[in-house]
């Protein structure tokens, strides 16, 4: 039988749902439980896809080619579990869906309404693709209190009477703050959000408390007192030094007994938390620290590169090293004697991107570590403008360049109108709609026997997730190589270029996919295992 444990959050964002449902997950799947975890937006967008990583963080992109939310990067990442499409909507995702259902006449005669109708799309959504699973955890984005928040909220509160009180929970996660002048933490707010939860029927079972310090005795019964909760359901969850120990804390306090109590389910032992553990002693005792730049533009909004940043992490543990991460934002090297900020650094990584503006700082950063020998890893619009630079400098085609940015003379990477999937051809055009149109998801990619890329994957078919409307062009496959730079991964049909490596440089490799959506701690993927060690090859030699 499946359980619904609903994570919702209160008094304000960014408090960390993603991982708090993500560390739950991980716990009741060390206790032997099947879990999945899924994540409802209440925004009108479709899916994240058209969104500025600036605004709404990494588009996380699944096998089966979905744009979603970053959290299920998270979630993936914690339980090993493969995110699919049905582990996120959207209310843009079920308004559509209502409203194509009443063009179609499925509603005929009838008043479509929020409640009933998007009420139970959004329950029908909770019920679909389930198999096996023990619990199903489902955060609700956004704060309890906005607007666009409330059909999902009305949904859960029905969902729980359908599938009876024991069969579902809602934990409400809340901020207790600090007041330096008081010396205090201030349980207020957290008693109002309980407020404007129960003003829309959800009483919470369990309430999980961010502080920055110990909650005291006196608060703690506090928040159970007003919010009507047992004192044991009032779980700290107390600022950690990485993200991998949470798991940990929330053991501690016995969060998954509480959980296993709710649903009147027996408590077998304790979990083996040693993975746990073990991660996180590497990470707080590496041998050294490399410092690594990232050149990109969305710097000042680092949740736009989660994943990347966690995949580098994960490099680190396979390392035993602390990654230092230097966020440079790639305008800066538009002038030509910023690229002194990269001669510090053990290795460059230019990860994805989209359109003209930094281009050129990312493209003199390949530059630079190409000449200089520093290690280079370019991720999607990463590997296109490292080719753009190999291009211009070393194949003699001065005028090479993007077809993203305007028409060129050398359109060394340009459009893509046409490929296969799964054997089917599929296809798009130049001036299409921009939402879900990328070459997305999973494909499968030939690696080229004797290559640097076939040695560190240690096989020679892979499969890697896309999220790209631009591809290097073949037609300049020859006059690349000839310039030393071997396409070394293809599509098993020869027809897109997915990886590149620059002959007789120590690691130089550009890929045309995600990798760092892969990687996983306890898996940290090769490529960033083999990318980190290449960094710190690099700095014992300078
Ligand atoms: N803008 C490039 C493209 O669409 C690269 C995309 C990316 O880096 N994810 O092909």
């Not at 209160?10 to 560390?23: C, D, E, Q, R, Y």
């Not at 058209?50 to 990494?58: D, K, L, N």
């Not at 129960?198 to 999980?208: E, M, N």
């Not at 096989?459 to 496959?477: A, C, W």
């Amino acid at each position: 039988m499946t359980r619904f444990i609903f994570v919702t959050g209160g008094v304000v964002s960014s408090l960390g749902k993603g991982i708090a449902s993500a560390s739950l997950a991980a716990l009741l799947q060390a206790r032997g439980y099947k879990v999945r975890c899924r994540k409802l937006d209440p925004y009108l967008n479709v899916d994240p896809g058209t969104m500025s990583p600036i605004q709404h963080g990494e588009v996380y992109v699944t096998d089966d080619g979905a744009e979603t939310d970053l959290d299920l990067g998270h979630y993936e990442r914690f339980t090993g579990v493969s995110a699919k499409q049905s582990d996120n909507v959207t209310t843009g995702r079920i308004y559509s869906d209502v409203i194509a259902r009443e063009r179609r006449g499925d509603y005929l005669g009838g008043t479509v309404q929020v409640i009933p109708h998007v009420t139970d799309a959004i329950k029908n959504f909770l019920r679909s693709d389930i198999t096996d699973e023990d619990f199903i955890l489902c955060e609700i984005g956004g704060t309890v209190g906005d607007i666009e928040g409330l059909p999902f909220l009305e949904a859960i509160r029905q969902f729980r009477n359908e599938v009876g009180a024991h069969n579902a929970m809602f934990i409400h996660l809340t901020l207790l703050p600090y007041i330096p002048t008081s010396g205090e933490l201030k349980t207020k707010p957290t008693q109002h959000s309980v407020k404007e939860l129960l003003s829309v029927g959800i009483q919470p079972d369990v309430l999980v408390c961010r502080a920055d310090r110990d909650i005291p005795e006196g608060e703690r019964r506090k928040i159970a007192l007003f919010c009507n909760v047992p004192e044991s359901n009032v779980i700290a969850a107390l600022d950690v030094d990485t993200i991998y120990q949470v798991p940990i804390s929330y053991h501690a306090q016995g969060f998954d007994k509480v959980v296993l109590n709710h649903f009147k389910m027996e408590i077998k032992g304790e979990p083996d938390l040693s993975k746990w553990r073990e991660i996180v002693n590497r990470i707080r005792h590496p041998e050294s620290v490399i410092k690594i730049a990232i050149v990109g533009k969305y710097t000042t909004m680092l949740d736009s590169y989660k994943s990347l940043s966690e995949a580098l992490i994960h490099g680190g543990i396979a390392n035993n090293v602390k990654v230092k991460l230097e966020w440079m934002d790639s305008e800066i090297f538009e002038s030509e004697d910023a690229v002194h900020h990269l001669e510090g650094v053990s290795a460059i990584l230019v990860p994805g991107g989209f359109g003209e503006r930094g281009a050129q700082g990312k493209i003199r950063a390949a530059q630079f570590a190409r000449e200089h020998k520093v290690p280079y890893f370019g991720i999607c619009f990463g590997m296109q403008m490292a080719v753009v630079e190999v291009a211009r400098h070393l194949a003699n085609l001065p005028k090479a360049n993007s077809t993203e940015f305007t028409p060129h003379e050398n359109p060394v990477v340009g459009i893509m109108t046409e490929w296969v999937k799964a054997g089917e051809v599929q296809i798009r055009k130049a001036d299409g709609d921009k939402g879900g149109t990328m070459r997305l998801g999973a494909y499968p990619c030939k690696l080229a026997k004797g290559s640097k890329v076939a040695g560190i994957y240690g096989q020679s078919d892979i499969q890697e997730r896309h999220r790209h409307r631009y591809e290097v062009n073949i037609g300049y496959k020859e006059k690349l190589e000839k310039a030393g730079l071997l396409f070394s991964g293809m599509s098993p049909d020869a027809k897109l270029p997915e990886i590149v490596e620059l002959q007789g440089h120590p690691w130089f490799i550009g890929v045309q996919f995600h990798p760092e959506l892969k990687s996983k701690p306890f898996e940290p993927h090769p490529l960033f295992t083999s990318f980190v060690a290449a960094a710190v090859e690099r700095s014992r030699l300078v």
